[in-house]
C-alpha cells in the first residue's frame, strides 16, 4: 500500500476524532490533494509560555502547536504512526501495538552536524550577549552621572521599604491581597 493510502486513512481517523471542515471523504485509499483538517489537536497552553513550534525538513515548514503531521507535506515528525494514531519508531516497519504495517511517512532525519551547529551557535550568542552586557554595564558604572542615579535609586527603595514596614499589618495584608486578586483577573 503506497504512503498516500495510509495518510488519507489517517486523516480520515483525523477527521474522526477532532472533526473538520471542507474534507470530504472521495473513497478508500483516495487522497485529498493539497488538503489537510482545519483543526489539529492543540495542547493547552499558559499565557505566559513559549509556543512550540515544529520543523518539517522535508518541505522546511514551521507548524505551530504539536500537530501529528506536517501541514503541508503531510509527513509525520519524529514517529510513524498507524490509522488509529499508535506512536512508533521512526525505523518500524509493523505497528508495535495492533500489528499494522500500514504507517505514515517520516521527515528526514536531521544530521547531527546541523544539531552540533545549533549547539555552538546557541552557545556562542549567549556568550556574545553576556560579553556586550558585561560590558555595558561596566561602562555606565563608571560613568559619575550614572553612579549617582543609581545612588538616588538605592535611597529612595530603601525609603520606600521603610515606609511599608511601617504601616499597620492589616494595611500590607489587605494592599497584598488585592494586588494578588488583580493578578489572577489579568491572567483570565
Given at each position: 500500500m503506497t504512503h498516500r493510502n495510509v495518510d488519507s486513512r489517517i486523516l480520515r481517523v483525523l477527521g474522526k476524532r477532532y472533526g473538520t471542515r471542507g474534507i470530504r471523504d472521495r473513497g478508500p485509499g483516495q487522497w485529498w490533494p493539497g488538503r489537510r483538517p482545519s483543526r489539529w489537536p492543540r495542547a493547552k497552553r499558559q499565557t505566559n509560555e513559549a509556543m512550540a513550534m515544529k520543523f518539517c525538513y522535508q518541505c522546511g515548514k514551521a507548524s505551530a502547536g504539536d500537530p501529528p503531521f506536517c501541514t503541508k507535506c503531510g509527513r509525520s515528525y519524529d514517529v510513524r504512526l498507524c490509522p488509529r494514531m499508535h506512536k512508533n519508531s521512526r525505523f518500524a516497519k509493523a505497528c508495535s501495538q495492533c500489528g499494522s504495517r500500514e504507517l505514515s511517512e517520516t521527515q528526514p532525519q536531521a544530521s547531527v552536524w546541523w544539531k552540533v551547529l545549533e549547539v555552538l551557535a546557541r552557545f556562542g550568542l549567549g556568550v556574545f550577549l553576556v560579553?556586550?552586557?558585561?560590558?555595558?554595564?561596566?561602562?555606565?558604572?563608571?560613568?559619575?552621572?550614572?553612579?549617582?542615579?543609581?545612588?538616588?535609586?538605592?535611597v529612595l527603595l530603601g525609603l520606600l521599604w521603610w515606609a511599608w514596614s511601617q504601616l499597620p499589618e492589616w494595611f500590607r495584608k489587605f494592599v497584598w491581597r488585592f494586588l494578588k486578586r488583580k493578578g489572577h483577573d489579568d491572567e483570565r
Open positions: 560579553y556586550v552586557s558585561l560590558t555595558a554595564l561596566i561602562g555606565l558604572l563608571q560613568r559619575p552621572q550614572f553612579q549617582m542615579g543609581l545612588f538616588v535609586v538605592a
